[in-house]
C-alpha cells in the first residue's frame, strides 16, 4: 500500500526525527522504498550549513511539491512532508496530489502546538535558531 504523510508541527518539536523513525518502522530505513520531502533541504550549503533566505521561500516550498509530486509519480512507496504546515493551504496541495494518485495520506501533529512550556523546549532545540517570539506566533496561527 502507498502511503504519504503530512507532519505539522512547531520548529523543534520533532518532525524530522518523526520522519525518520516512520520510514524506519514502515519500510525498514529502506531508502529506495521512502522519501522525505522537506522544504529546509533547499535551504542547506554545500558544506552541510543552514542558511535561511526568505526571499526564497516561496521558491523552495514550489520546489519541495514539485519533489513530492514526482515522488508519488514514481510510485515510492512512502512519502512524508516534513514541513511545519501551519495552515491548511499550506499542506493541501501536498494531500490533494497523493489522493489524486492512490496513496493514503495520514496528516499527523507533531508535539503540542498551544502549550507554551513546550514552545520554550522546541526553541531551545530546533537547529534551525527559531525564535520563541516566532514559535509562538506560529502556535497561535496553527489551523486545526
Same mark, same amino acid.
Given at each position: 500500500?502507498?502511503?504519504?504523510?503530512?507532519?505539522?508541527?512547531?520548529?523543534?518539536?520533532?518532525?524530522?526525527?518523526?520522519?525518520?523513525?516512520?520510514?524506519? %518502522? &514502515? $519500510?525498514?530505513? /529502506?531508502? @529506495?522504498?521512502?522519501?522525505?520531502?522537506?522544504?529546509?533541504? !533547499?535551504?542547506?550549503?554545500?558544506?552541510?550549513?543552514?542558511?535561511?533566505?526568505?526571499?526564497?521561500?516561496?521558491?523552495?516550498?514550489?520546489?519541495?511539491?514539485?519533489?513530492?509530486?514526482?515522488?508519488?509519480?514514481?510510485?515510492? %512507496? &512512502? $512519502?512524508?512532508? /516534513?514541513? @511545519?504546515?501551519?495552515?491548511?493551504?499550506?499542506?493541501?496541495? !501536498?494531500?490533494?496530489?497523493?489522493?489524486?494518485?492512490?496513496?493514503?495520506?495520514?496528516?499527523?501533529?507533531?508535539?503540542?502546538?498551544?502549550?507554551?512550556?513546550?514552545?520554550?523546549?522546541?526553541?531551545?532545540?530546533?537547529?534551525?535558531?527559531?525564535?520563541?517570539?516566532?514559535?509562538?506566533?506560529?502556535?497561535?496561527?496553527?489551523?486545526?
Amino acid at each position: 500500500m502507498k502511503q504519504a504523510f503530512i507532519l505539522r508541527g512547531l520548529p523543534g518539536s520533532g518532525k524530522s526525527h518523526y520522519a525518520f523513525s516512520l520510514a524506519e %518502522e &514502515l $519500510v525498514g530505513g /529502506d531508502e @529506495t522504498r521512502y522519501v522525505i520531502c522537506s522544504t529546509d533541504d !533547499y535551504f542547506l550549503q554545500t558544506d552541510g550549513s543552514y542558511q535561511f533566505d526568505k526571499t526564497k521561500l516561496s521558491e523552495f516550498h514550489n520546489l519541495n511539491l514539485a519533489r513530492f509530486i514526482n515522488s508519488l509519480a514514481e510510485g515510492i %512507496e &512512502l $512519502v512524508i512532508v /516534513d514541513n @511545519t504546515n501551519i495552515r491548511r493551504w499550506e499542506y493541501v496541495a !501536498y494531500s490533494a496530489a497523493a489522493h489524486a494518485m492512490g496513496y493514503q495520506v495520514k496528516e499527523v501533529v507533531v508535539g503540542e502546538v498551544k502549550d507554551k512550556s513546550l514552545q520554550h523546549l522546541y526553541q531551545k532545540r530546533n537547529i534551525h535558531h527559531v525564535a520563541l517570539r516566532t514559535i509562538s506566533n506560529m502556535a497561535r496561527q496553527f489551523e486545526w
